[in-house]
Nanobody
Framework: QVQLVESGGDLVQPGGSLRLSCAAS????????VGWYRQTLGQQRELVAV???????HYADSVKGRFTISRDNAKDTVYLQMNSLKPEDTAVYYC?????????????WGPGTQVTVYS
């Protein structure tokens, strides 16, 4: 079982940028699609971006044009570059196996990384 660990969260002012990293304990190539998710207090966890092993990408409407997802197989890492950050982007960000999230008996989430956008 490949384990994923998030890092890079920080406090940033509106309009600022941040890059999150999702590092795999094993080969990131073994995961067909890696997704970035976020969850705010009192809200459901939402998908923000997905990247497949072949390079196909999907973004949530709320982050299109501002966030960029990428993967570096040599470093076993998936990144989320976040630009033009807004207060509503404040959340705990998680990465996970996109194809397994929501599957019965699959409930493996890391600690996530906190992103706070505040003046």
């Amino acid at each position: 079982q490949v384990q994923l660990v998030e890092s890079g969260g920080d406090l940033v002012q509106p309009g600022g940028s941040l890059r999150l990293s999702c590092a795999a304990s094993g080969s990131i190539s073994s995961i067909d699609a890696v997704g970035w998710y976020r969850q705010t207090l009192g809200q459901q966890r939402e998908l923000v971006a997905v990247i497949t092993r072949g390079g196909a990408i999907h973004y949530a409407d709320s982050v299109k044009g501002r966030f960029t997802i990428s993967r570096d197989n040599a470093k076993d890492t998936v990144y989320l570059q976040m630009n033009s950050l807004k207060p509503e982007d404040t959340a705990v960000y998680y990465c996970n196996d996109y194809l397994r999230v929501g599957v019965k008996d699959y409930d493996y989430w890391g600690p996530g990384t906190q992103v706070t956008v505040y003046s």
